[in-house]
Nanobody
Framework: QVQLVESGGGLVQAGGSLRLSCGAS????????MGWFRQAPGKEREFVGG????????YYANSVKGRFTISRDNAKNTVYLQMNSLKPEDTAVYYC??????????????????WGQGTQVTVSS
């Protein structure tokens, strides 16, 4: 079992930055991959990016490439989503999720087995 808790959301001005954290259960979680997803009102939950615990390899949605960076601290069992150059369209509830790593980062929400509670990110104009 994996338990996930997101934190770090808030209100930020367009062009600003936020760093989200996802604390995970377990001592290493080395067999898992972590995904970040977001969901805005009236929209489907969408993939933002993901990272493998073991290798640190990452994969990003085109909409956030060059602006968002995912990293992890294995000793702290924590995954981070650094968000720079934020835009109003980034406004959403952000979720972290976990699934056993199968050799590539999966992008479909239903593929993930464990989810955090979500944290609100609001980007103002």
């Amino acid at each position: 079992q994996v338990q996930l808790v997101e934190s770090g959301g808030g209100l930020v001005q367009a062009g600003g930055s936020l760093r989200l954290s996802c604390g995970a259960s377990g001592r290493t979680l080395s067999r898992y991959a972590m995904g970040w997803f977001r969901q805005a009102p009236g929209k489907e939950r969408e993939f933002v990016g993901g990272i493998s615990w073991s290798s640190g390899s990452t994969y990003y949605a085109n909409s956030v490439k060059g602006r968002f960076t995912i990293s992890r601290d294995n000793a702290k069992n924590t995954v981070y989503l650094q968000m720079n150059s934020l835009k109003p369209e980034d406004t959403a509830v952000y979720y972290c999720a976990a699934v056993l790593f199968k050799g590539y980062i999966q992008t479909i929400p239903s593929t993930y087995d464990y989810w955090g509670q979500g944290t609100q990110v609001t980007v103002s104009s």
